[in-house]
């Protein structure tokens, strides 16, 4: 084991690997509070990649609705018993200012065990505490969709009289998109007893040679995330591959210009922006959209950090959900991250109108700046809309979009109308 820093736990922590940050790193900003659960995403993938014999319960992107669902069942419920059962300090956090710095440890310190850290003090025979998910948990991408939590148990049907009012309802469930997070520090990777498992160093994807693979679900057993998946019809394992020669720009369309994955590109909601982060975390670019809503503005925030693997996809919280649940999934960045999407900002008014504009990915985003629209109050704090432009530009320099923040219209003449 080596010691790695790792920015979403604000520590070093124990990796079998030295800390090998890549040239840039691909990663993804999901807005929960957009997404329609109408699994375009999830068809998208399918189509492309995962439609063969040995495939079929193959689905490198789910979206599942919390609290209840999962793919595979429990998986989430499952890796938090066993942080929870073994760990010492389970799950705790220091989030004092002393605790936090900007860069480095912007949520503060996890004080407790990674699932690398939980495998080596309590001697199990694993580089990461893991499991199998057993053929049945494999069944369906969105159980219990739809299905709401509630303060009432869900026999007691009293659903009228339960609130639904913001900041947080009573009865509540929201979806959570997946992928494979192309983690920094991958357990799937570090688990694969063959070596058959790489990140690569000019964009962070993280894939798995199936010449090497012997199908030994090292992978499937260690991902956190369940996201390597094993096909018996060949006997090895495969997973999410981010659409690598799409983000390599050998699609035609995009002129050779990288490419959003095809999940991404699909996203019929607009929730999805798909790039590269600045390899170097502790310099983020002000002007690469995804630096900036993930490092600087800290709006989106990553998946169960607790785990330990720096997972490279993050997410904009859902506004009503409880804020236990959500801190107990994203982190305590919840409250800020939160706060900043309910009364936002000129610059995040204008970068969440890039999401799903074009299938090009952004290395580079500009506002030009219009009149005040519109002026309000939210939880007692001033919110003004400002009709800026904001421009997105690919890594050549090409200008791609420009987009207004109030959408513009066109009403008809009253003469023009012809009714009947
Ligand atoms: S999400 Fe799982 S499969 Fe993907 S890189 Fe991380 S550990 Fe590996
Ligand atoms: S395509 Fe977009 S809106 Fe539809 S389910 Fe997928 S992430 Fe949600």
Redesign the pocket.
Known sequence: MTLVHNWHLGRKMEYPYFESRPKQQFAAVFNINRCIACQTCTMAHKSTWTYSKGQEYMWWNNVETKPYGGYPQFWDHKILQLLWDNGNNPMEWFTSDDDKDAVAAPYGLYNSDTIFELAQTKGLNQVAVGYIPDDKEWRFPNIYEDTASSEKTNYETEAASESSELPEHKRWFFYLQRI????TY?????ACPRKA?Y?RKEDGI?LIDQKRCRGYRK?VE???????MYRGETRISE??IACYPRVEGKDPITKGRRMEARCMAACVGKIRLNGLLTGDYTKPDPKNPLDWLIHIHRVALPLYPQFG?E?NVYYIPPRWAPRSYLRQMFGPGVEEALEKYATPSRELMAVLQLFRTTQTMFARFEIEEGKKIYETQVDGRKFEVYNDTVIGFASDGTEMVRVQVEEPTWESDEKRMVTY
């Open positions: 494979c997070n192309h983690c991958p357990a799937c990777l570090a498992i990140k993280v992978c260690q991902c956190p995330y369940k996201k390597p997973k999410c693997t997972p």
